[in-house]
């Protein structure tokens, strides 16, 4: 018995159980799989075909990405013969890796955390910022012309995207006079984020489908002009590497936004607490992915809205609007810090 409540108490250890299994890469296998289906499914509803719906049909073709998964993780792995071989295996794996090491900075509540560090809130857009260098060594290391343009284009869109999260999350430290994610969470009891500070909730919102290449951002990877930009000499479970990064990155950012704009763990009316904390960091934990959700709902709805921008137009967006407004939701957080508002 002794061993099984070592091991238990291990597995449920914040520094373990949150980027391990809840928030962590457990959970996010599962939301992937589910949130990949839920945009192929909605993206064909709103342009009026069927998408995913050979495997169990019954359900909708819910396990379809199952299926691809399995297709992918037993193909053969392809290494060009003029590649740079070392860094062409393990450029994916450590863009897959970074991506995913955020997800330690995040708490599941105000007890419940694996980082303890009073400047979460820029240790999770900081840890982001590692991912896309890889996305540069993976087209350089590949020797194809089109995985480096592909590269480079990532290079371009990186800073136009970079600065105005940056911004934007200042703000809020600004608002609320503190840099601990937690902290940030708590003082949104009344109010939350969104509604204080809409101008940076906005731009970053902006920023984060820039910096997760979703639609109509996706211009490293547009397989209308340079084939899977990148990943083009890719293929087998490197090549899933690769595809999934963009959506983990997508699920880590949409936790940090749940936190810092709609409120975290505090939806005003509910506060469940139990005897256990790691129960009670579950509980909280649900409503922030709930929050979370929500955000990735939005954000892979845009592709059946949207066409692809261009290099130019993604850079004029992010230079000339995102940028701009990042700058006047810093203007809005002085003034209400000035007006005692908060």
Not at 43 to 60: D, H, N, S
Not at 98 to 120: H, K, N, W
Not at 267 to 279: A, E, G, Q, R, S
């Amino acid at each position: 018995m002794d061993i099984f409540e070592t091991i238990w108490q291990i597995l449920t250890s914040p520094p373990v159980f949150i980027p391990l299994i809840f928030p962590g890469f457990i959970t996010l296998l599962v939301v992937l799989l589910l949130l990949i289906w839920f945009e192929r499914k909605l993206t064909a509803k709103v342009q009026m075909r069927y998408g995913p719906l050979y495997i169990f049909k019954r359900f909708g073709g819910i396990i379809q990405m199952m299926a691809d998964l399995l297709k992918y993780l037993f193909s053969e792995f392809i290494i060009p013969k003029d590649s740079d071989k070392k860094v062409f295996i393990l450029a994916p794996i450590f863009f897959f890796t970074f991506t995913l090491l955020p997800i330690v900075a995040i708490p599941l509540s105000a007890t419940f955390t694996a980082t303890q560090s009073d400047l979460t809130l820029l240790l999770v857009p900081a840890l982001g910022t590692l991912g896309p260098l890889m996305v540069v060594l993976i087209g350089w290391s590949s020797n194809n012309k089109f995985s480096f343009i592909g590269s480079l284009r990532e290079g371009y869109i990186m800073m136009c995207y970079e600065i105005p999260l940056f911004i934007s999350i200042l703000s809020m430290a600004l608002t609320y006079n503190t840099l601990s994610l937690i902290q940030v969470v708590e003082k949104q009891s009344g109010v939350w984020g969104i509604v204080l500070n809409p101008l940076a909730a906005i731009a970053c919102f902006g920023a984060l489908l820039m910096t997760t290449a979703r639609f109509p951002f996706d211009i490293s990877e547009a397989e209308s002009e340079i084939v899977v930009g990148p990943y083009t000499e890719y293929s087998g479970i490197v090549f899933i590497l690769c595809l999934g990064a963009p959506y983990a990155k997508l699920y880590v950012l949409s936790l940090f936004y749940s936190l810092v704009f709609l409120g975290g763990w505090n939806p005003m009316f509910l506060n469940i607490t139990t005897p256990d904390p790691v129960f009670s960091a579950i509980f909280s934990g649900v409503i922030v992915l709930v929050k979370a959700l929500l955000v990735m709902a939005l954000a892979v709805f845009m592709r059946s809205v949207y066409p692809r921008y261009r290099l130019d137009q993604a850079l004029r967006l992010g230079w000339h609007k995102l940028f701009i407004l990042a700058v006047l939701g810093v203007v809005l957080a002085l003034v209400l810090v000035g007006l005692g508002v908060i």
